[in-house]
């Protein structure tokens, strides 16, 4: 059984962080209702969905990704680069607890889960402007145990690693060649993103298939031709936000090591 941690969409999420995207006006209850239909995708994907309520003093709390990493042996509390948004993962690691044992970053290290991208045992994190190299090695400390192993890798031009590169299949990764160097994958096959949909990296894998957003329907054709089913979710109004599909949940196995 596969768990996803999600949280409702903040009534203040028009004032969220920002860094690559214009600020532009919100409805949210639009965002809502899309979330509504992200979460049930992921239930007709075969997972079992956690809804934490909103937190209307934290915009960005709908991107639970950013304060959490969940392996199948440990759970990390990540300490977000934006200080706004360190007071979100209490609620988080409230239901991790059930799950895993807990371990955290600590300051000075800053990581956001959207620049951590684990492709079997390789944990790739973005050098982002969210995701410091004190985090970089205390990650690499604490998952050294479980026999990963930690690579960085700069990004450039996009918020997270993960909004430039993301896994599509066991051997396959979709990438946005303009964000991050694809010669750091090259043990992958790559799926790259049609150009003229820049943001279109970044798909939530679930099984055999996706979570990928309705608005990038060329690329999407790139995914199926590659036999990847997709599920075509509308997240506008989170992707005004800088949200994407990952972004909107902590997908983990129940059990994981039973
Ligand atoms: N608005 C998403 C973020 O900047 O963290």
Same mark, same amino acid.
């Given at each position: 059984?596969?768990?996803?941690?999600?949280?409702?969409?903040?009534?203040?999420?028009?004032?969220?962080?920002?860094?690559?995207?214009?600020?532009?006006?919100?409805?949210?209850?639009?965002?809502?209702?899309?979330?509504?239909?992200?979460?049930?995708?992921?239930?007709?994907?075969?997972?079992?969905?956690?809804?934490?309520?909103?937190? !209307?003093?934290?915009?960005?709390?709908?991107?639970?990704?950013?304060?959490?990493?969940?392996?199948?042996?440990?759970?990390?509390?990540?300490?977000?680069?934006?200080?706004?948004?360190?007071?979100?993962?209490?609620?988080?690691? !409230?239901?991790?607890?059930?799950?895993?044992?807990?371990?955290?970053?600590?300051?000075?290290?800053?990581?956001?889960?959207?620049?951590?991208?684990?492709?079997?045992?390789?944990?790739?994190?973005?050098?982002?402007?969210?995701?410091?190299?004190?985090?970089?090695?205390?990650?690499?400390?604490?998952?050294?145990?479980?026999g990963y192993t930690v690579q960085a890798v700069?990004?450039?031009?996009?918020?997270?690693?993960?909004?430039?590169?993301?896994?599509?299949?066991? !051997?396959?990764?979709?990438?946005?060649?303009?964000?991050?160097?694809?010669?750091?994958?090259?043990?992958?096959?790559?799926i790259e993103v049609d150009p003229a949909e820049?943001?279109?990296?970044?798909?939530?894998?679930?099984?055999?298939?996706?979570?990928?957003?309705?608005?990038?329907?060329?690329?999407?054709?790139?995914?199926?031709?590659?036999?990847?089913?997709?599920?075509?979710? !509308?997240?506008?109004?989170?992707?005004?936000?800088?949200?994407?599909?990952?972004?909107?949940?902590?997908?983990?196995?129940?059990?994981?090591?039973?």
């Amino acid at each position: 059984m596969w768990i996803a941690i999600t949280r409702d969409v903040s009534g203040s999420l028009g004032g969220c962080e920002l860094s690559f995207v214009p600020r532009t006006e919100i409805d949210i209850g639009l965002a809502a209702r899309q979330h509504h239909a992200y979460r049930q995708a992921l239930e007709a994907l075969g997972c079992r969905v956690l809804s934490l309520p909103a937190q !209307d003093a934290m915009p960005d709390a709908v991107f639970v990704e950013d304060v959490a990493l969940v392996f199948d042996e440990v759970a990390i509390m990540t300490r977000p680069g934006a200080e706004s948004r360190r007071v979100e993962g209490a609620s988080v690691a !409230d239901v991790l607890a059930e799950y895993r044992p807990l371990r955290a970053i600590d300051a000075p290290g800053t990581l956001d889960g959207g620049d951590v991208l684990r492709v079997d045992r390789t944990v790739y994190v973005g050098q982002s402007a969210r995701s410091n190299a004190a985090a970089i090695e205390q990650l690499r400390e604490l998952l050294s145990g479980y026999g990963y192993t930690v690579q960085a890798v700069p990004t450039r031009g996009c918020l997270h690693l993960k909004s430039a590169v993301t896994q599509v299949a066991d !051997d396959t990764l979709l990438v946005q060649p303009a964000w991050v160097d694809p010669a750091v994958f090259a043990d992958y096959k790559l799926i790259e993103v049609d150009p003229a949909e820049e943001h279109a990296a970044n798909a939530l894998r679930i099984g055999a298939g996706v979570i990928y957003p309705a608005c990038f329907p060329h690329t999407r054709q790139r995914l199926e031709a590659a036999g990847i089913a997709v599920t075509a979710v !509308d997240l506008s109004e989170l992707q005004k936000a800088e949200g994407a599909t990952t972004c909107c949940s902590l997908v983990f196995r129940e059990n994981a090591l039973r």
